[in-house]
């Protein structure tokens, strides 16, 4: 009876600690899910979702900034933010990033939350 106690206990606790991680700054256990470490703040690299972009950002930021080219610079396109970015400097290069960050904007809104993070990790 207390043998198969001890082997519930075992696996009980080699179950918790596969959820558990170190930090990588002060080396606590901390829960691999956390945004933080509690005892040092630094932030948990290992997050399943750390540095994931969010589209809703993106699109709001090509609503308002996207002129700019600010949410292509938010999602990792540098190339193409840089053009939208000098093409509004020239008086018909806004009427072009006008219509580019607008087709970007319904873009960004009709992708689903797989498909933007591909199109983010795309070089």
């Known amino acids: 009876m207390a043998n198969a106690k001890s082997k519930t206990t075992a696996k009980k606790s080699t179950a918790n600690n596969s959820s558990l991680i170190f ?47 600010i949410h292509r610079f938010y999602m990792g396109k540098n190339g193409s933010a840089l053009a939208m970015l000098l093409l509004t400097l020239t008086v018909f290069g806004i009427f072009i990033t006008m219509i580019w960050s607008l087709v970007d904007f319904v873009r960004l809104l009709c992708m689903t939350d797989a498909e933007f993070q591909q199109y983010v990790e795309q070089k």
Do not use: E, H, M
Request: glycine share 12%.
């Open 23 to 69: 930090c990588c700054d002060c080396g606590t256990k901390i829960s691999r899910n956390a945004v933080i470490c509690p005892k040092c703040g630094a932030p948990n690299l290992q997050n399943p979702g750390y540095g994931q972009k969010n589209k809703w950002v993106a699109a709001i930021l090509a609503w308002f900034l996207g002129l700019l080219g």
